[in-house]
């Protein structure tokens, strides 16, 4: 038996992401004079949707797990967004995350909204067979409320291709046998043999990677011999490291959730990847680096700092002791408001996540659109196309950042409320 209920809009708020979101939308909002009727509708989420549901385990147990599916706006298109394994995951987690994919997809020009969930548990407690049912119960569980031209998901933390293909299929299974191949694309992020897209493995990275390339280009600055640290050494993390270190930048610091280390001359990216895979994902005890505090690890000597984890990790406790002239945010809020109050007073620039990490939804798009027109494209092309979706999103922001004179976070949040703006100004209110 599945129990669905449909959740209204909190009376009390926690203090956390959603505040966090609520404040940027809020303030970009206050500088656009966005029209008030669009701000309500903005300010709150269309649908929320909390499901437990029961999955029996391979002792024979039935444990009951508890997901959620928010879904923020769909004035663009149909809503897109992650699903995420993690026991962060709740509403309030869910409803910032879904505003903040609204914003992304947005600024990107895509035609989409803004979606988010997830369920709260620990996916290294599991087998894989109990998350392949978890998975696939949550997937039926859902039903409708998820559809190619609805609401279509895609990996987070702590879910992958794997993840995507028991959805894609479990999804599949509930239409008629005519109708199934039409329905692949309810997902994306799904494995190359299974209408996935090729290199979607590498495209947030590789956005996080593009942005910091073109701020460098912008301010006449080279990659080479710069050093950066990377928070959270998954796909996001890996990826944006490896192309920077194709430029010639230097990666001398990484922390994960296992452990913090460092390497003034520099760790190599790869080594350190092979590393993980063989020691359950953990970096701690790479031989060629030393293990640190973690409490420390923003503070070290670098010029760039990628948090590509979790989100309120840059925070008043820690910003100032970050030397970096750049951060760029891999991660979905990864910085707090007091944090960037601090770095923005330091002079340090912030790329702020709605674009720094948008690679990996227009990765999705291009996904979205194979899938829809039957086609397949090649690795290079695909690059070629999130690099220049990228590079136009990054001149616009910086062009407005600099007209406007406020810093490049505003800027994004106001070119990405613009254009939902104006979408329900020309469209009306039904009825």
């Not at 649908?47 to 769909?74: A, K, S």
């Not at 920077?244 to 452990?259: C, N």
């Not at 912030?350 to 039957?374: A, T």
């Not at 690795?379 to 810093?407: A, C, G, P, Q």
């Amino acid at each position: 038996m599945t129990n669905t209920q449909t959740v209204e809009k909190p009376k009390v708020l926690k203090k956390g992401m959603l505040d966090n979101v609520l404040e940027q939308f809020n303030s970009a909002a206050d500088k656009i004079d966005l029209n008030n009727n669009v701000r309500k509708i903005l300010s709150i989420t269309n649908t929320e949707i909390i499901i437990n549901f029961p999955v029996r385990m391979d002792n024979g147990d039935v444990e009951v797990f508890t997901g959620y599916r928010v879904q923020h706006n769909n004035a663009l298109g149909p809503y897109k967004g992650g699903l995420r394994y993690h026991p962060t995951v709740d509403i309030d987690a869910a409803r910032a995350l879904a505003m903040w994919m609204t914003w992304k997809t947005s600024l990107a020009g895509l035609p989409y909204g803004g979606a988010k969930g997830g369920i709260q548990l620990d996916p290294s407690k599991y087998s894989k067979g109990e998350l392949e049912r978890i998975t696939r119960r949550f997937t039926y569980a859902l039903g409708e409320n998820i559809g190619p031209e609805h609401d279509i998901p895609a990996p987070d933390v702590n879910t992958n291709d794997q993840t995507m293909a028991w959805i894609a299929d479990t999804y599949m299974s509930t239409k008629s046998t005519s109708e199934r191949s039409k329905n692949q694309h309810v997902v994306t992020g799904k494995p190359v043999g299974s209408g996935g897209l090729e290199g979607r493995d590498r495209a947030t990275g590789y956005g996080v990677f593009l942005t910091i390339k073109f701020w460098a280009e912008k301010n006449k600055v080279s990659l080479k011999d710069k050093k950066f640290i990377v928070q959270g050494f998954g796909n996001v993390g890996f990826w944006a490291a490896h192309f920077l270190e194709g430029e010639g930048a230097k990666l001398v610091g990484v922390q994960d959730a296992f452990g913090s280390i460092q390497n003034k001359e520099g760790i190599n990216v790869t080594d350190l990847f092979n590393y993980g895979k063989a020691n359950k994902g953990s970096i701690v005890g790479f031989p060629e680096a030393t293990e640190m505090d973690g409490k420390e690890f923003f503070g070290l000597d670098c010029d760039i700092v990628i948090p590509a984890a979790l989100g309120n990790q840059i925070t008043k406790h820690n910003a100032h002791t970050i030397k970096a002239s750049l951060v760029a945010e891999g991660a979905n809020g990864p910085t707090d408001i007091e944090g960037e109050k601090i770095l923005l007073e330091r002079g340090i620039t912030i790329i702020p996540d709605i674009m720094c990490n948008s690679g990996g939804v227009i990765g999705s798009y291009f996904e979205w659109l194979q899938n829809r027109n039957g086609e397949l494209w090649q690795l290079d092309e695909i690059l070629e196309k999130i690099e220049k979706k990228l590079k136009t999103t990054f001149l616009k922001v910086t062009d407005y950042s600099e007209k406007k004179e406020v810093d490049m976070r505003t800027a994004a949040f106001s070119i990405a409320i613009e254009r939902i703006e104006k979408a329900y100004i020309l469209r009306g209110i039904f009825p």
